[in-house]
C-alpha cells in the first residue's frame, strides 16, 4: 500500500519518482520550458483548490482508497508577499488499519518569477515519520539549500543541497508545470527537469504526447494535453513502467487525471472537485 503513495506524489502530484539520469551538459543547460512567470500571467490565483481522488487496483482491492488536495494561496513571509502551494494526501479512514498515510508539502515562493522561499514536508507513512525545513540561500557565493531533516530511522540531520534556477521543490515543480509553454513543445522529444527532497536532488525527465480527449469518471470528457513520465525501476515501478498524467486544454492547464502501474498492482488519480480557477474550464466538454 505504501508504494502507491510514493507515486502520488511524485506528479507534481510523486514523491520519489527519478527519471532517466541527464547528461551534466543536459541539466545544466535546460530548464523547464515555461511562460512568463509574471504573477499577472501566471495561470493560477490565490484560492484556487482541487480535489482528487485516488484508486489503487491490486488483487481484492480496487477502491478509492486516498484524498489529495492540492491549494494555492497568498500570503505574506517575513515582510514579502508569496504564493503558498500545498499539497496534502491522506488514506481514507477505512484503510487506515491496513497501512496509513499522511503527506503534507508546502512550498513558498515569490509571486512574481516563482523563485522558491520556504519549503517543508511532513509525512506518515504507518511507523516511519519523516519531515523536511528548506530554506533557500540565493544570495551565497555558491547558492544551496539549508536542509533541516528528520526521521524515525536517522534523527535529525542537516544537509546543504546543491541549487540553481532549475531545482524546485515538489509543489513549486507542479506549479512550474501548470505554467509551461505547450506551444513550444514537439510531440515525442524529452524535456528535463530537476526536484529536491529529503537530501537529494532528482533528474527526470517527460515526454510530449500531443492533445487527447480523455474521460474522467464523476466529472466528464476533458480535452487534455498527454504527458509520460519515464521512471526508474526499484522499489515502486516496474522495469519499463511509465507514469502517464493528463492537464487540461485551457487556460487552466490543471492536472485532470494520471495513471502508473506500480511493482504491486496499479494506481490512477482523477480529478473531482475544483474551485477558484483563475479562467473557465472550456476544456470540460462533456458532463
Not at 481484492?60 to 491549494?71: C, F
Not at 480535452?223 to 487556460?251: C, P
Not at 502508473?260 to 479562467?279: C, D, E, F, W
Request: net charge positive; proline share 3%.
Amino acid at each position: 500500500m505504501r508504494t502507491f503513495f510514493h507515486a502520488l506524489a511524485a506528479i507534481a502530484l510523486c514523491l520519489h519518482l527519478a527519471g532517466f539520469p541527464l547528461s551534466a551538459g543536459e541539466r545544466a543547460s535546460k530548464c523547464l520550458p515555461v511562460k512568463s512567470l509574471k504573477e499577472s500571467e501566471v495561470v493560477f490565483r490565490g484560492g484556487e483548490s482541487l480535489t482528487f481522488a485516488v484508486h489503487y487496483r491490486w488483487g481484492m482491492i480496487n477502491a478509492d482508497i486516498a484524498k489529495a488536495v492540492v491549494r494555492i494561496d497568498t500570503s505574506r513571509l517575513n515582510g514579502r508577499e508569496v504564493f503558498h502551494a500545498s499539497l496534502s494526501a491522506w488514506t481514507q479512514k477505512i484503510y487506515d488499519s491496513m497501512f496509513r498515510v499522511r503527506e503534507q508539502l508546502d512550498s513558498r515562493f515569490t509571486r512574481d518569477g516563482l523563485v522558491p522561499v520556504e519549503f517543508t514536508r511532513t509525512a506518515k507513512e504507518g511507523s516511519y515519520t519523516c519531515s523536511n525545513r528548506y530554506s533557500y540561500s540565493w544570495d551565497s557565493p555558491q547558492p544551496h539549500i539549508k536542509a533541516s531533516l528528520n526521521t524515525s530511522r536517522k534523527g535529525d540531520f542537516y544537509a546543504e543541497i546543491p541549487l540553481d534556477a532549475c531545482t524546485f521543490d515538489l509543489p513549486l515543480l507542479y506549479c512550474m508545470l501548470r505554467n509551461l509553454d505547450v506551444a513550444s513543445l514537439k510531440v515525442g522529444e524529452r524535456y528535463p527537469m530537476t526536484f529536491a527532497v529529503d537530501d537529494d536532488v532528482y533528474h527526470l525527465h517527460f515526454i510530449y504526447y500531443g492533445r487527447e480527449d480523455r474521460n474522467i469518471s464523476g466529472l466528464g470528457t476533458v480535452r487534455s494535453h498527454k504527458f509520460g513520465f519515464q521512471v526508474v525501476a526499484g522499489e515502486v515501478f516496474a522495469e519499463g513502467a511509465d507514469l502517464y498524467a493528463w492537464f487540461s486544454d485551457d487556460a487552466n492547464f490543471i492536472p485532470v487525471m494520471f495513471s502508473a502501474p506500480l511493482k504491486i498492482g496499479k494506481v490512477n488519480g482523477r480529478l473531482q472537485m475544483y474551485t477558484g480557477l483563475s479562467h473557465e474550464f472550456t476544456s470540460l466538454i462533456k458532463k
